[in-house]
Structure formats: structure tokens, C-alpha cells
């Protein structure tokens, strides 16, 4: 299984900015598809997650400003970041409980993608 996102980059305070993670591989089922970031020096954090029949939680930080969402069919999960602030500026992580046809649920995460919010 292999989860690619994409979308990040720099983008102005107040601005907006989609990331998409995909995920691929031999998969029978996504329970939970999740995005999280971290900043040199910490530990990543949690940021929003969506389970598979489309509840969501955020972080209270991101509350309000940021809007996950997920196509079941094409296995993606996004994170509509709006009204941005510099203390986003992190590397952002998707993460995504996967089950593999044949074997049990395991825990995923991509690579990541750099978001910047310039002042």
C-alpha cells in the first residue's frame, strides 16, 4: 500500500490550499483516513480525520478553518485548508488504516507534503 499526497507549497496568510493524499495498492478496505503535521523539533500532530462512513474530527486548532473529506471510490482523502495562518506551516502527513485483501488492518502514512504560510 502506498499513500501519495499532494498540494502543498507556499501560500499567503488568509489564503487557501487543497491537499490530496491517494492511496493505492491491493486494498480491500479504508477504515480511517487521517492528515497530521509536524514542525522541526516536535511531535507530529494530529490534525483532522474522516472514517470511512464520513464522520470527521479536527484538531481544535484547525477547527473551522480546515475541511476534510474523502471519495471512498477513488480511495483519496483532502484537506481543505482556508484562512491560513504561518502556525500551519509544517510538513503534512496523510495517514490511513488500511486492510489489505487477505490480511489484517494496518496503519499507513505518506510521505508528506510541505505547506508554508508566508506573513
Known amino acids: 500500500v502506498q499513500l501519495q499526497a499532494s498540494g502543498g507549497g507556499l501560500v499567503q496568510a488568509g489564503g487557501s490550499l487543497r491537499l490530496s493524499c491517494a492511496a493505492s495498492?491491493?486494498?480491500?478496505?479504508?477504515?480511517?483516513m487521517g492528515w497530521y503535521r509536524q514542525v522541526p523539533g516536535k511531535q507530529r500532530a494530529f490534525v483532522a480525520g474522516?472514517?470511512?462512513?464520513?464522520?470527521?474530527n479536527y484538531a481544535d486548532a484547525v477547527k473551522g478553518r480546515f475541511t476534510i473529506s474523502r471519495d471512498n471510490a477513488k480511495n483519496t482523502v483532502y484537506l481543505q485548508m482556508t484562512g491560513v495562518k504561518p502556525d500551519d506551516t509544517a510538513v503534512y502527513y496523510c495517514?490511513?488504516?488500511?486492510?489489505?485483501?487477505?490480511?489484517?488492518?494496518?496503519?499507513?502514512w505518506g510521505r508528506g507534503t510541505l505547506v508554508t504560510v508566508s506573513s
Open positions: 495517514n490511513a488504516r488500511v486492510t489489505v485483501w487477505g490480511r489484517r488492518e494496518s496503519n499507513y
Open positions: 474522516i472514517v470511512s462512513g464520513g464522520s470527521m
Open positions: 495498492g491491493d486494498i480491500s478496505g479504508i477504515n480511517v
